[in-house]
């Protein structure tokens, strides 16, 4: 065995950063009072009626009625690879809006799920029309649609208006992953008519990563419980005709996770109770703040930081009319090395900014304001400190 040192590497004592990247960012100070409360049994009637609240206040993050909004233990993938293999049977055709990384990355899940994938590819950092979509769901009809809200790998916004109830005329159910504009953007889920949607919390929802809030609704709840494995042993697609094939995970299984959250309370897995505590006060945080409040903040955060990386003679990714109020691109400029400022953003002012994914990389930063971030102080000590490691450069 190699040596190890005499206090096995320290406590753990973070250096104080300002994470002004794509995520995560820096955590509400209530959130992490919050995930230092002492654990609880997870049938202690105190535990349930805080998975109670917290689904009653995840209802309002998600705008939403839908009785079934929870959370998936895992980080916002893991809300994804839920929604996912909850919905898509094997064979079954699904349609996926790509723009960005995110989007490939529901295509990748999509694949590993057997599905007859088909889709709709825009550019990166553009959007796709309601006409587009709706020319997809026609020419395919698909048994799901699959699309990104907010793609922090293009910092671009997919407008959403409308596109549920394209689904639904299709006989589509659908699918958003909002992670990265959960607490940062209107996420009108209600609105929008879609089915599933899903986030994360270490993005706008001031949190740690490791939580992956959830709406499901009641349509999309009744196709995923219609492939419950009935019997231990015994999957529904070894049954008689009418039955609709298990759910491909255990994990992941929706079906058995809502029963776990339902009055049922059936044993799933162990609902991770300090994250649940987390989910919980960044709910609160942001209730009590107000959702125009909030995301106005956000906005106001947004708009300080294009303009300031104008101001600097900088130019600013993508199209103003699709940005993402919480993380702006910026084109790094001609002979600057994009990681060696990341690094001395890093090293000399204690500030994360983020790099770029796919045809991006190499040509843009990624700057966010999420969150607890999402300040002005926040975003003028980033654009000073960027001055000041581009003059240097
Ligand atoms: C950050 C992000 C994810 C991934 O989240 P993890 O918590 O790292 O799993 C998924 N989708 C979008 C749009 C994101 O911005």
Not at 166 to 178: E, F, V
Request: include cysteine.
């Amino acid at each position: 065995m190699s040596a190890l040192p005499a206090d096995f590497f320290g406590e753990i004592d973070p250096p104080q950063r300002l994470l002004m990247g794509p995520g995560p960012a820096n955590v509400h100070p209530r959130v992490l009072r919050a995930m230092s409360a002492d654990v609880l049994g997870q049938f202690d009637p105190e535990m349930t009626a805080y998975m109670n609240q917290t689904m009653a206040l995840y209802r309002r993050v998600f705008m939403t009625e839908n009785r079934w909004t929870f959370l998936i233990d895992g980080t916002a993938r893991a809300g994804i690879e839920a929604a996912l293999a909850s919905l898509i049977e094997p064979g079954a055709r699904v349609l996926i809006l790509r723009a960005g990384r995110f989007g490939m990355l529901l295509s990748e899940i999509a694949e590993r799920l057997d599905a007859d994938i088909r889709v709709i590819d825009v550019e990166w950092g553009q959007i796709a029309t309601l006409g587009q979509i709706e020319a997809g769901l026609a020419a395919h009809r698909p048994a799901v649609f699959a699309a990104i809200h907010g793609d922090t790998s293009t910092t671009t916004a997919q407008p959403l208006d409308g596109v549920g109830a394209l689904c639904a005329r299709y006989g589509a159910l659908s699918y958003i992953d909002a992670t990265a504009t959960l607490g940062g953007m209107p996420v009108r889920t209600d609105e929008w008519g879609v089915d599933v949607v899903s986030g994360g919390l270490q993005k706008c929802m001031g949190g740690p990563p490791g939580c992956a809030p959830i709406t499901i609704s009641d349509r999309a709840a009744a196709f995923i419980f219609s492939r419950r494995k009935v019997e231990s042993g015994i999957r529904r697609d070894d049954l008689a005709d009418g039955a609709r094939p298990a759910i491909r995970s255990n994990y992941f299984d929706l079906s058995m996770i809502m029963e776990y959250w339902s009055e049922k309370r059936l044993n799933h897995h162990t609902e991770a109770t300090s994250m649940l505590y987390a989910a919980r006060e960044c709910a609160r945080v942001m209730l009590q703040e107000g959702l125009d409040a909030r995301f106005a903040r956000h906005e106001a955060a947004g708009r300080a930081m294009v303009e300031g990386l104008r101001a600097m003679g900088l130019t600013v990714y993508g199209q103003d009319a699709y940005r993402m109020t919480n993380v702006t691109g910026v084109h790094i400029p001609d002979g600057v090395d994009g990681e060696r400022v990341r690094r001395r953003m890093r090293e000399e002012h204690q500030i994360e900014i983020g790099s770029a994914f796919g045809p991006l990389a190499g040509k843009i930063w990624r700057i966010g304001a999420m969150g607890y971030n999402a300040e002005p102080d926040k975003v003028r000590r980033t654009l000073a400190a960027l001055r000041d490691v581009l003059d240097g450069a």
